[in-house]
């Protein structure tokens, strides 16, 4: 779903890496521009993030992976007590 088009120059950074860069700021709460070392700038994240989003990608991942979540645990029983 985030493959390019196959036109022009070859991507600069893989597009695993702009996912997980991605996951990161979302997950850990970072400013975009604060990518670590070893993953693409900020700029780039954020970019990819914000096309993405506007292309329906991010919904269609959202709506694939509801069917993938593992089920919640049920909750403890508590109406019967053993005294």
Known sequence: MVQG???GAPPRYARRSLV???F?????????GD??????P???VY???RNWV???VWAE?????VGYAPPSPRPADTSSSTS
């Open 54 to 56: 506007s292309r329906g």
């Open 5 to 7: 088009k196959g036109k």
């Open 42 to 44: 900020g700029k780039m």
């Open 24 to 32: 990161l700021v979302l997950r850990e709460g970072r400013p975009w």
């Open 35 to 40: 990518t670590p070392p070893g993953y693409p």
């Open 61 to 65: 991942v959202e709506r694939m992976l």
């Open 20 to 22: 997980e860069a991605i």
């Open 47 to 49: 970019w990819h993030y």
